[in-house]
């Protein structure tokens, strides 16, 4: 299976990328090939609500000239994309809610153009947050079972550790075991 994950934390080395470690470790176990990017190293701009993507066909059509095409492209290339964020005021980073608002491109739903140029992939949630999961993570993850159900994507499900004493939280056994786990859990969906 093809991956790319957009990591989304400022830290390069902080709790999130931290997590990453054990599940990237398992999927190149099994011969994942994987994309990795840091978002925060790339540039990423605001959508502009002009909808001119909604008019053209067959390809990803945003005016704006930064990093998103070619992050677009690894998106469509891939069977799975992994968002892997910590949670920043209830939701991922700017860096990934810029990425998100641009997968309108994806979605030709608005206007004359029609179709999917992502419909069909895998999305899989991993993140790191301070307060407990539900309260934490819950809106986030609604967020996104919503934009997969709305943009036909197949949700996998979130893995997440809460932030109870920095890099340590993410460096248990417990916390390496899940992502492992959860690695080996999407690698097994085949729906
Ligand atoms: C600016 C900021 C906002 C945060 N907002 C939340 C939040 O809304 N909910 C939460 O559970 N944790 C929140 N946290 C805690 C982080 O999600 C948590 O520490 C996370 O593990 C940081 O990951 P990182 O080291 O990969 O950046 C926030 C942290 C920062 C710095």
């Not at 945003?62 to 005021?89: K, R």
């Amino acid at each position: 299976m093809k991956f790319c994950v957009l990591m989304a934390s400022p830290r390069p080395k902080g709790n999130t990328v931290e997590l990453l470690k054990p599940f990237l470790a398992e999927l190149e176990y099994h011969k994942s090939e994987i994309t990795y990017i840091t978002l925060s190293d790339k540039d990423i701009k605001p959508c502009k609500g002009c909808y001119t993507c909604q008019n053209v066909s067959d390809e990803y059509g945003c005016i704006q000239q930064d990093d998103v095409a070619d992050i677009m492209n690894e998106i469509i290339a891939c069977d799975c994309v992994v968002l892997a964020t910590p949670i920043y005021s209830w939701y991922c980073t700017a860096p990934m809610k810029a990425l998100l608002d641009r997968h309108f491109g994806l979605n030709k739903f608005y206007r004359s153009a029609q179709g999917s140029l992502w419909e069909g992939k895998k999305v899989a949630i991993i993140t790191t947050h301070g307060y407990d999961r539900e309260y934490g993570a819950g809106p986030f993850e609604i967020g996104i079972k919503r934009l997969c159900e709305h943009s036909k994507l197949k949700y996998l499900g979130m893995y997440s550790v809460r932030d109870e004493d920095d890099l340590v939280s993410f460096q248990t056994e417990e916390a390496v075991n899940g992502a492992k786990a959860f690695a080996r859990k999407i690698l097994a969906c085949e729906y």
